[in-house]
């Protein structure tokens, strides 16, 4: 029997588009698993940016209630009227003023500490 030259066989054409549909999908299935992973790694990485935030906020919070503290121990010590004069309540006066601009002290201590200072 001769040998057919052109066109392959039913035979032949079906084994090339099983060898060509393999490829196909194992290209995908591996482009898929590294999206995959890429995206669980980016997941990981936004996961501990933001621990690490709030545990910044955290710290800074600390921080803001420390310093709180320690000024509210200053001006409980601080004398209720001093003998050198206006000057001096005035100064004391404009540091309690700043101190609750700055949202350190609230109005009711701000209150109980000009109380204080003008006796």
């Known amino acids: 029997m001769p040998r ?15 060898v060509i549909t ?38 800074q919070m600390q921080q803001m209630l420390a310093q709180q503290q320690a000024q509210q121990a200053q001006l409980a010590q601080a004398p209720a009227a001093s003998s050198a004069g206006t000057g001096d309540t005035m100064a004391q006066l404009q540091k309690l003023g700043d101190m609750k601009n700055a949202g350190l002290l609230t109005d009711a201590e701000f209150s109980a500490a000009k109380a204080k200072i003008l006796g």
């Open 4 to 18: 057919r030259v052109g066109r392959p066989g039913l035979i032949g054409t079906m084994a090339r588009t099983a």
């Open 22 to 59: 393999g490829t196909a999908n194992a290209v995908s299935r591996g482009m898929n698993n590294r999206a995959a992973g890429r995206a669980d790694q980016r997941a990981s990485a936004d996961a501990y940016n933001a621990q690490q935030q709030q545990l910044a906020q955290q710290q």
